[in-house]
Structure formats: C-alpha cells, structure tokens
C-alpha cells in the first residue's frame, strides 16, 4: 500500500519576497496563478510522482489542481476552498487529516504556514515543510525542495519513518519589517530523523569579538567597488563601521563607504551591479547553517549569477560559525556550480574553510 501522506500548498506563502517585504501574513492574494509557492509544490510533487505513495489533499489550489496536472491516481481528494484559501482552510484540512492517521503531513510554505499546521496536527503525526515561504526559521524545513522529494523517496523506500522533535519558530512581521527579529517558540512537533532536513532552528549568538573582521574588510575595500553588506548583527557591524545604522534585517548597498540604498531589493541590488565590480558579504544563520535561502530571499538567482561566486563574501564570528558543520544554500533555478567548500572570515585575515550542501 506505501505510505498515505497528507499533503496541502499556502497558496499564498512567499509573496512577500518578490517585494521585499519581509512576510506574506499582512498580504492578500487574487489569483492562484500569481502563487509563488504553488510552482514550487509542483515541481516537489514532479519529483515524487512515482513513489509507491498515496496522497491526501485538499481539492482545488491547496493541492487538488496540482496533482491533476500530473495526472495521478492514488490521490484522494478532500473538500478544498472553492476561491483562494484561507488560514482556516489549513486548520480544517490538518483537523480532518488527524482523524485519517497519515504517515506524515508535508506541507508547501513558510513558517505562518507550519504555526497553523501545529496548532491543529496530532502531536504523534511527523511533518515535513517544503521551503517556500519567506520566514523559515522553524525546524521542520528541508533543505531544499529536491532534499525535500528526496526523503520521501527514502521514507517510501522504508515503508517506516523514524522521528524526533522540532521546534515550530516564527516571529512578529511588523518588528521584523523595522529590523527587530524576535523569535518566538509555539511549540514542537514530531519530524522525520533525517540529513534532509534542517532539526534545529535559528541560534542566537553573542556577537563576540567582530572588530578584526571588520578591520580587514574595511581596510580592502576597493573604491571604485559597490558592496553589498547582508543582513544580521555580523554584516551590520560593517556598515556601522562607517555611521550607517541602518535595518539589520535588510541589505545595504555602500559605495566608498557611502550608502546609496538601504534595505535593497533584488531590482536595486541588480542596479548596484551596473556600476562595475559588486562584492556582496553575508554571514550564515547562527545554529542552521544556511548561507542563501533563508532569510535573504532578495538573493535570486538572477542576484548570485549577476555578481558573480568569486565575488561572495562570507563572513563570520568564531562562535558563530563554531555551531556550523555545513553552509547550506537554497537556490532555486541556479545556473551557476556552487563549490564544494567555501573561506568564511573569522578574523583579521583569518578564514575557516566549510563545506557547502546545494
């Protein structure tokens, strides 16, 4: 029979990405075909189309229209909304599942998406995130949506899943929009053992001692070279290097140690490549280990390809990058090969080489 995985998209889950906003809870969507995370479960359901797995899913765009495009038979349908969802199309859907007992619910969306998913599931129903959102500091989220198709592909394999706990994080958007991140636990839930997928959600690290890297990188910035500093309290230290306080939760672009955007999105980061050679520095989530996919969303792959991964600066603190095995990227529809192990600043002139998982 295989396994019976309970499956559902939030159709409205990473809008606020394309538009540097810094979630999609306060966003409102019209249309279906404007979904950013519904192309994103259709590309993890093309992945596992052929797994010896039946699956549960709401009619329409929650799940229903997906699977009819690849026109699969061991789906079972349950009712859906009749227009665009709603977060209590997600409590119903989860509420109704419980009763079934599925193996596993995986769900298509950010963190929003996995609060609403654990307010409802039975705490003994493993679960499984597909990144798709904007906030995704929740431990419940694959790497990626391939690392995502890949272990249920295993766990199908297995006919058995295997579990731990994971912390379901997610924090206030309207802070998180003026550069304050506070995270907040709502609880744990029950997630598969597995590499596939990251068990520990974002750490906070003392800042410790920064100056030596900020020193370097000063010191051998080129002038006639635009700088894109990330975000958090490690890239930040840079731009107060030079009196520029600006939102800690958004990227900077500085030119001879001027700023001519604050909190840039894509479009103004790909202006800033315009003028000649570009540098971006960003320094991976504390605990997790993601470098690009978390919490930077501005960083497209149209971003990446333009500047270049000669030209990616990846800076850290001692303690910080101590609670890291891996650098993880996220990056959808790359074009590029990311390198096998990558330098991360840790001093003055002092780097740590990591591997990198993409």
């Known amino acids: 029979m295989g396994l019976r995985v309970a499956f559902f998209v939030n159709p409205l889950a990473g809008l606020g990405a394309g538009t540097n906003q810094k979630g999609s809870d306060h966003l409102k969507l019209d249309d279906c075909k404007n979904s950013t995370s519904i192309p994103a479960a259709e590309r993890f359901i093309d992945e596992v189309k052929t797994c010896k797995v039946t699956f549960i899913t709401p009619e329409g765009c929650m799940g229903g229209d997906i699977f009819s495009k690849f026109s699969m038979s061991s789906v079972v349908l349950l009712p859906g909304p009749s227009e665009?969802?709603?977060?209590k199309d997600t409590a119903d859907f989860i509420t109704t599942v419980n009763s079934m007992k599925p193996d596993i619910v995986i769900f298509v969306g950010?963190?929003?998406?996995?609060?609403?998913?654990?307010?409802v599931l039975d705490k003994e129903i493993p679960v499984m995130g597909i990144p798709a959102g904007v906030k995704m500091y929740s431990s419940v989220f694959a790497l990626s949506i391939h690392h995502g198709a890949e272990?249920?592909?295993?766990?199908a394999d297995l006919g058995s899943i295997k579990t731990t706990r994971g912390d379901i994080v997610d924090i206030d958007e309207y802070d998180y929009r003026t550069g304050k991140l506070n995270l907040k636990v709502f609880g744990t839930v029950s997630i598969p053992v597995s590499q596939e997928i990251i068990g520990m959600g974002?750490?906070?690290?003392?800042?410790?001692?920064?100056?030596?890297?900020?020193?370097?990188?000063?010191?051998?910035?080129?002038?006639?070279?635009?700088?894109?500093i990330g975000p958090g309290s490690t890239c930040k230290a840079i731009s107060r290097h030079f009196g520029l306080f600006t939102n800690e939760l958004g990227f900077d672009v500085l030119r001879s140690g001027r700023l001519v955007q604050e909190d840039a999105d894509e479009n103004d980061i790909l202006k800033a490549t315009e003028n000649g050679r570009t540098v971006m520095i960003i320094s991976?989530?504390?605990?997790?280990?993601?470098?690009?996919?978390r919490g930077n969303r501005q960083l497209t792959p149209r971003v990446i390809e333009r500047i270049g991964l000669d030209n990616l600066m990846v800076i850290s603190t001692p303690e910080k990058i101590a609670g890291i095995s891996k650098l993880y990227v996220d990056l959808e529809g790359f074009k590029g090969k990311w390198p096998k192990y990558m330098k991360v600043l840790t001093g003055y002139g002092n780097y740590k080489i990591m591997p990198v998982i993409s």
């Open 151 to 155: 272990l249920l592909k295993n766990l």
């Open 284 to 293: 991976p989530i504390g605990g997790q280990g993601f470098l690009i996919g």
């Open 110 to 119: 950010g963190d929003g998406t996995a609060r609403d998913v654990a307010a």
């Open 84 to 87: 665009m969802s709603q977060r």
């Open 202 to 228: 974002k750490a906070e690290y003392s800042i410790g001692d920064i100056d030596g890297i900020v020193d370097y990188v000063a010191e051998n910035m080129d002038r006639g070279t635009s700088y894109i």
